[in-house]
């Protein structure tokens, strides 16, 4: 049963990360982050307003776990 759990644990974790970069838009500039214009590549709909709401550490870059919500709340629309 522990082997089990285990292997599962490990298929969720593996189907998790490609699917997330399968989406993701590209760091162009490979800080980690996403700008607006980088988003806006990806998301050409996307406004100042969806930006900022998406940016919740106000820091103008939109970091991997703030891009997981904005996809989980259906921010983000091509």
């Known amino acids: 049963m522990n082997r089990f759990m285990i ?7 593996l189907t998790t990360v490609p699917a997330l ?3 993701a838009p590209v ?3 490979g800080n980690g982050t996403w ?4 988003l806006k590549a990806t998301y050409p ?6 930006f ?5 550490s106000a820091d103008g870059q939109i970091d991997a776990a703030e891009y997981e919500v904005a996809m989980g709340a259906n921010l983000l629309m091509q």
């Open 7 to 13: 292997a599962l644990g490990l298929i969720a974790g």
């Open 21 to 23: 970069a399968q989406d």
């Open 27 to 29: 760091d162009a500039d």
């Open 35 to 38: 700008s607006m214009e980088e």
């Open 45 to 50: 709909n996307l406004s100042e307003e969806t």
């Open 52 to 56: 900022a709401a998406m940016d919740t």
